[in-house]
């Protein structure tokens, strides 16, 4: 039987070439475009503004640090260049590769959170837009239990908001726990809210810039698609069977609305989502 496709390591592996060719660095995140102009050249600047904010919560001192998601490594790079220890907990075996290689100084475990074991040593609980996938309360109750007394959970990350609605043809962008949910759950557990703040306004052009991009790509795939409708049909009609053959109707209608779609917006994004930065600490 033929292997399955890795579309997901391919994918991270295209999109890390790409930014780090735009920006010069691998940083996932979003951008925080405060007093900039949202424009492609601007994206490096505006992550610079994202990871400075983002640290600005971090407690005093030299920390030890458990970067959970990890990304490509570059937030931890960042954080062991101001003299703290980190160690970064990934479940994909491409974005490990790529945390060791960027943060040679971290301490690299390529596993899920919820497989990571650890005696509570940690002063720092980072979920960097990582917090979304890891089921919400496991996430809090495991961080909690890995921290040393004092020690702090700093997530910053997109929740849906109370106006999102699920099962649209087009899922909507950002995505994420229920942030009435997160609310329930923190109420639920004695764990001190120390600071909250909403920046949902200042990250959300980046899903104009975002979508831009996709519609770059998409109007060439247009414009290759009329000229072989025009000039080589057979060519066209065997590429179009070639791609239903890989992706499903639904599959198609999804990736159509990425690279020529409009609805992905900053303002659908402001609609459906609150992207929130919580400094929780444990009670006791």
Not at 29 to 43: D, F, I, K, R, S
Request: glycine residues 8%.
């Amino acid at each position: 039987m033929a292997e399955k496709l890795d579309t997901r390591a391919v994918g991270l592996d295209v999109g890390l070439s790409f930014i780090r060719w735009l920006t010069g660095t691998e940083n996932l995140h979003y951008g925080l475009w405060t007093g900039l102009e949202v424009t492609a050249a601007n994206l490096g600047p505006a992550q610079a503004a994202y990871t400075d904010k983002l640290f600005s919560y971090l407690p005093a001192g030299r920390l030890r640090i458990l970067d959970i998601g990890g990304g490509a490594g570059e937030t931890a790079a960042k954080l062991i260049a101001l003299g703290h220890a980190v160690e970064i907990v990934v479940p994909s075996a491409f974005l490990a590769a790529r945390c060791r290689e960027n943060a040679p100084g971290a301490i690299v475990h390529e596993m899920p959170f919820q497989a990571f074991v650890s005696e509570p040593r940690f002063d720092l609980c980072l979920f960097s837009e990582s917090f979304q996938y890891i089921p919400r309360d496991l996430a809090l109750d495991k961080a909690a239990a890995l921290l040393v007394p004092g020690g702090e959970i700093l997530i910053a990350d997109c929740f849906r908001s109370d106006a999102y609605r699920p099962g649209q043809a087009i899922r909507s962008a950002g995505g994420g726990h229920r942030l009435a949910a997160m609310r329930v759950s923190l109420a639920e557990r004695d764990l001190e809210v120390l600071a909250e703040e909403d920046i949902t306004a200042a990250v959300a052009p980046s899903i104009d810039l975002e979508q831009a991009l996709f519609n770059v790509f998409g109007h060439a795939i247009e414009r290759v698609d009329s000229e072989l409708a025009s000039k080589r049909p057979r060519g066209r009609w065997v590429l179009h069977r070639a791609l239903g053959l890989v992706l499903n109707a639904r599959r198609r209608a999804r990736l159509s609305a990425r690279l020529m779609g409009r609805e992905r917006t900053a303002e659908a994004f402001c609609r459906d989502n609150r992207y929130v930065i919580f400094r929780l600490r444990p009670r006791g």
